[in-house]
């Protein structure tokens, strides 16, 4: 299963979700949605996606509109971790992995 997560700046939770579940045998990628992010969010990464993982429901929208094709062929998923975390803090991944097991 290819899973993409998807926050703001592509820094902090995006990538944090993405080794969490790189390790648990997932391929995963990550995106940030902000034009200064350095791993910006492209068509082709939701295309390799099976699931698209967004952080907060301001990304989710952010797809929905500029990408609209992409939206309707891929599953978004919301888990409402907000931008207050450093990359791989532990109380973020606990979050993560908790919203996760209700997309997995």
Same mark, same amino acid.
């Given at each position: 299963?290819?899973?993409?997560?998807?926050?703001?700046?592509?820094?902090?939770?995006?990538?944090?979700?993405?080794?969490?579940?790189?390790?648990?045998?997932?391929?995963?990628?990550?995106?940030?949605?902000?034009? +200064?992010?350095?791993?910006?969010?492209?068509?082709?990464?939701?295309?390799?996606?099976?699931?698209?993982?967004?952080?907060?429901? +301001?990304?989710?929208?952010?797809?929905?509109?500029?990408?609209?094709?992409?939206?309707?062929?891929?599953?978004?998923?919301?888990?409402?971790?907000?931008?207050?975390?450093?990359?791989?803090?532990?109380?973020?991944?606990?979050?993560?992995?908790?919203?996760?097991?209700?997309?997995?």
């Amino acid at each position: 299963m290819n899973i993409l997560f998807v926050c703001t700046a592509g820094q902090q939770r995006s990538p944090t979700g993405a080794e969490l579940y790189e390790t648990k045998g997932y391929n995963t990628d990550f995106a940030g949605i902000h034009g +200064m992010s350095g791993r910006a969010l492209t068509e082709d990464k939701m295309q390799w996606a099976d699931t698209i993982v967004a952080m907060e429901e +301001m990304h989710r929208q952010y797809i929905v509109q500029n990408y609209p094709e992409q939206a309707d062929e891929n599953e978004i998923n919301v888990l409402n971790i907000p931008d207050v975390y450093y990359r791989n803090d532990p109380e973020l991944q606990h979050r993560i992995q908790n919203s996760m097991d209700d997309v997995l």
